[in-house]
Nanobody
Framework: QVQLVESGGGSVQPGGSLGVTCTAT????????MGWFRQAPGKEREGVAT???????AYTDSVKGRFTISEDDAGSTLHLQMNNLKPDDTAIYYC??????????????????????WGQGVQVTVSS
C-alpha cells in the first residue's frame, strides 16, 4: 500500500530555515508528479511546489527563490528546503503525489493539479 509520511518542520524565527521530508513507500512509478501543499488556519489549501519524474519543478510565486524542492536518486524521498522563512509561511505542510501521464502534464499547474495520495501533514511555524 502506498503511503506518504512527512517528517521535519517545527518552529523557527523569521529569516530562519527549515526542511520537511516526505518518504513514499511502495510508490514505484516511473511517471509521476510529487509536491507540497500547505494550509494555514482560516485559509484555503494552496500548492507550494511540485517536482515531476522528468525533474521539472514549479513553485508558487510567494516562495520562489526561498524554497527548493528535490528528491533522492531513488525517487522515494521528497524534500522541501525552506529558507528565509516568513510568518506567512506558517501552515501545515502536506506531501502529495500522483502517478501517470495526466499527472505529469498537470504537474506545473499548482492551482490545477489534483493528487490522489496525501500525507498526514507536518506543522511549520514561523514566529518571533
Amino acid at each position: 500500500q502506498v503511503q506518504l509520511v512527512e517528517s521535519g518542520g517545527g518552529s523557527v524565527q523569521p529569516g530562519g530555515s527549515l526542511g520537511v521530508t516526505c518518504t513514499a513507500t511502495e510508490f514505484t512509478y516511473s511517471t509521476y508528479c510529487m509536491g507540497w501543499f500547505r494550509q494555514a488556519p482560516g485559509k484555503e489549501r494552496e500548492g507550494v511546489a511540485t517536482l515531476d519524474s522528468l525533474g521539472r519543478t514549479a513553485y508558487t510565486d510567494s516562495v520562489k527563490g526561498r524554497f527548493t524542492i528535490s528528491e533522492d536518486d531513488a525517487g522515494s524521498t521528497l524534500h522541501l528546503q525552506m529558507n528565509n522563512l516568513k510568518p506567512d509561511d506558517t501552515a501545515i505542510y502536506y506531501c502529495a503525489a500522483a502517478a501517470g501521464f495526466q499527472s505529469l502534464a498537470q504537474c506545473s499547474r499548482l492551482d490545477f493539479w489534483s493528487p490522489d495520495l496525501w500525507g498526514q501533514g507536518v506543522q511549520v511555524t514561523v514566529s518571533s
